[in-house]
């Protein structure tokens, strides 16, 4: 029974990832279009230190966004800060700590924001970790779970009134959920999120990101039913040269490298998406889908369960000490 739990989720996310390279050697990365500026507006994305959140939050600050990166590094936030700056004469950047796998350290982020009196009009919520050893939070979660989804949930929640009011009826305001293809190997076992009959760190990753899925098509319904003027969506970069691999095992590590500078996509090319779904004209009143490779696609059967949506809804609001909306 434990090969079983381990060795499923393996082989279904190894098949997935296969499925992608298959098909980004035959399609080129998607290529943004013309975006409108953004002076004005007020962004957050969540893990903008380094790789896919680095370049989106340096491509919202060139169209002219205040971008507020939302990290657990405090000198590779600095850092970040500066190279966007030397590289981007328009708009405003600065780094915020906040470390995702402490619900109390977001709740701090959160006091700290609205404290400022600030809008905000765009949530990227983007910060990962993949494939990790077993850990648990000092919540005492799963850290995949925590890190991916539990604490984005968390965030979103909290401000989900200032985006609310942010938003118009024509200049919605946006959050994106980075989620992945991995998802569809995904299942949620309501009974163990945080997987403690059976650790699989591939189980974990597909996890965190159908929940993601999950979170956003059920947020959805409910903004939509409220009449509230925010969209949410979540996005798929595809296989993305990161940092993210480097828990991979040896010899997957091994095999990874030539085959990443050939069908891998470059952190810019990947960020394309959540920059797309966070500034294009074209996205104005869009949500509610799974955008991959800049078009709307269809995600895993198992995300389209309403009841299922609602389930995680209402114990994910438990675990974060929520009252359930």
Known sequence: MWLLEVLVPFVRLYLCGFKVLLYQMFHRSFTLPVLPTQNGRVGIVTGGTRGMGFETAKHLASLGMHVIIAGNEREEGSAAVRRINEECSQGKVEFVFMDLTSLTS??????????????LHVLINNAGTMLVSEK????????????NYLGHFLLTNLLLDVLKTSGRQGNCSRIINMSSATHYAGVIDMEDLNRRTYYSSHAAYAQSKLALVLFTYYLQEQLTAGGFPVIVNAVDPGMVDTALYDNLWSLAKMLKKPIAKILFRTPAEGASISTYAGAAAEMEGVGGFYLYNGEKTQSSDLSYDSELQAKLWKKSCELVGLQEA
Do not use: K, S
């Open 136 to 147: 648990r939070t000092e919540d005492d979660f799963e850290l995949h779970f925590c890190l």
């Open 106 to 119: 977001v709740r701090q982020f959160v006091q700290t924001f609205r404290g400022r009196r600030l809008p």
